[in-house]
C-alpha cells in the first residue's frame, strides 16, 4: 500500500517539473527570438545559375540571384557586401554600381542580377553576404575560371593562281584556331605594322598602325601587291580582348619582270646638220608585259672639242624620261641636230627601265655630224 503511495506521489512530481520547464522556456527571450528570427524574417538565396562556364580574362559573368523571403520583401530593409578571397575583379550591379571589399549596401528588389569581370587569370572566388535589419543572415560563394583566351594561326593559303610578278596583286586565306571550341571568336583584331606596298584587308584598302576587326577567324582575306622583287616581309600583329598583341611576319614572293633592249640604231648615222627627219629607234622587250608604259635615258657620252651643246637635243644629264612603246614595241626618239652643231664624232648612250625600276644596260650609238659642204672644189681650166 505505501509502495502505491510513493509511486504516485512521484508521478506527480516529475509532471510538475516539465510543467515549471515547459513555462520558464516559453517566458525565455532567447527562444523567443530565434523563432522569430528564423521563421517571421527568415529568407533564402536561389542563384540561378550553379555553374560558370570558364571565362576569358576581361569577360562579364553574369550572376542571377533571387531572395525569396517569407515577409514582404519591401517590409525590412536588405544588404549585402562582398567578400573577396581571391583573383582581380570586381562585381557590380546591372547599373553598374560596384561593391568594394567588405562594404554594406542596400539591396532594393528581390530578384538581382550582378555582374562579374575578371582581371586575371586563375580561379575567382568571393562570398556575397546578404543579411537584413532582423540579424538573419546567409551567403553565397562564387567561383569562376578566368583564362587567358590564347589562339593558333594557320599556315595562310594562296588564293591567286599563277606566278605573282611585281605589280600583281596576290590574295591570301588566314584563319585562326582558337584555344578551345567555346572561346569567344568575336573579338579579334588585325594590325598590319609594316611592308614594301599595298596591303587589303577583306576587299578595303588598309593604313598601317590601325587595328581592324576580323569578322570571321575561320577565314579571312588579305591581298598583297609590291614592285619589289624576291621577298616582301608583311609584319603584322594579332590580339583577342585577353591575349595581347602576337606579332607575326609572312614573306611575300614575288618574281622580277625583264626587260631588255633588242636593237637600237640611228636611221641617219652620218648627218648633216640642220638636217631633218634623224631618229634614234629600237626595240624594247618587257616580259610579262603588263603596261606599253617605258622610261628611258639619252644622253652624250663623247663628243667635239668645244662642242656646242645647244646643237643637239641629247644632253649629259643621267635623267630617266617616260615613254611609252608603239606597235610591235617599237620606241623611236627624235634626234636633232641644228645648224650650229659642232662637226665631228659623238658618242651617245641610250637605256630603259620599266616602272618597277628594272633596267637594261646601257647601249652606245656613234653619230657623225657634217657640214653637208662637198669636200673637194672643181679648178678652173682657163
Known amino acids: 500500500m505505501k509502495k502505491n503511495i510513493l509511486a504516485k506521489v512521484s508521478f506527480i512530481a516529475l509532471l510538475v517539473g516539465i510543467g515549471f520547464t515547459f513555462v520558464y522556456c516559453s517566458k525565455d527571450g532567447n527562444w523567443d527570438n530565434y523563432k522569430r528570427k528564423n521563421e517571421v524574417y527568415d529568407f533564402s538565396v536561389l542563384r540561378l545559375d550553379s555553374v560558370f562556364p570558364e571565362k576569358a580574362v576581361g569577360e562579364v559573368t553574369t550572376i542571377r540571384i533571387n531572395l ?51 582581371n586575371d587569370d586563375g580561379v575567382h572566388k568571393f562570398t556575397i553576404v546578404f543579411f537584413n535589419d532582423k540579424g538573419v543572415r546567409k551567403q553565397e560563394q562564387i567561383s569562376i575560371d578566368y583564362a587567358t583566351m590564347s589562339f593558333t594561326l594557320n599556315t595562310p593559303k594562296k588564293i591567286t593562281n599563277g606566278e605573282i610578278y611585281q605589280g600583281d596583286e596576290c590574295e591570301y586565306q588566314f584563319s585562326i584556331t582558337p584555344r578551345k571550341d567555346t572561346d569567344p571568336i568575336n573579338n579579334y583584331k588585325i594590325r598590319f605594322n609594316s611592308f614594301e606596298g599595298s596591303v587589303r584587308f577583306d576587299n578595303s584598302s588598309t593604313q598601317l598602325n590601325r587595328w581592324y576587326d576580323i569578322a570571321d577567324i575561320f577565314n579571312f582575306r588579305i591581298e598583297l601587291t609590291s614592285d619589289k622583287s624576291g621577298s616582301a616581309s608583311l609584319s603584322y600583329s594579332i590580339k583577342n580582348a585577353t591575349s595581347g598583341d602576337k606579332n607575326f611576319i609572312f614573306e611575300h614572293k614575288v618574281k622580277q619582270r625583264e626587260i631588255a633592249i633588242g636593237n637600237v640604231e640611228v636611221n641617219n648615222p652620218v648627218i648633216v646638220r640642220g638636217s631633218t627627219g634623224n631618229i634614234i629607234l629600237g626595240t624594247v622587250k ?97
Open 68 to 118: 525569396n523571403t517569407v515577409y514582404p520583401f519591401k517590409k525590412i530593409p536588405m544588404n549585402a557586401k562582398v567578400i573577396y578571397n581571391s583573383g582581380k575583379g570586381r562585381l557590380k550591379t546591372k547599373l553598374g554600381r560596384i561593391f568594394e571589399p567588405n562594404v554594406d549596401y542596400i539591396v532594393n528588389e528581390p530578384d538581382n542580377i550582378f555582374e562579374y569581370v575578371g
Open 286 to 382: 618587257k616580259e610579262p608585259k603588263k603596261t606599253n608604259k617605258i622610261f628611258y635615258r639619252v644622253r652624250l657620252k663623247n663628243q667635239p672639242t668645244n662642242y656646242n651643246p645647244s646643237g643637239i637635243n641629247v644632253n649629259k644629264n643621267n635623267d630617266f624620261k617616260e615613254s611609252v612603246l608603239l606597235n610591235n614595241n617599237l620606241w623611236e626618239y627624235p634626234l636633232e641636230i641644228k645648224s650650229d652643231a659642232t662637226l665631228g664624232k659623238y658618242k651617245i648612250g641610250v637605256m630603259f627601265k620599266d616602272e618597277y625600276d628594272n633596267e637594261t644596260p646601257e647601249q652606245d650609238l656613234e653619230i657623225e655630224v657634217i657640214s653637208g659642204e662637198p669636200s673637194w672644189v672643181i679648178e678652173s681650166t682657163r
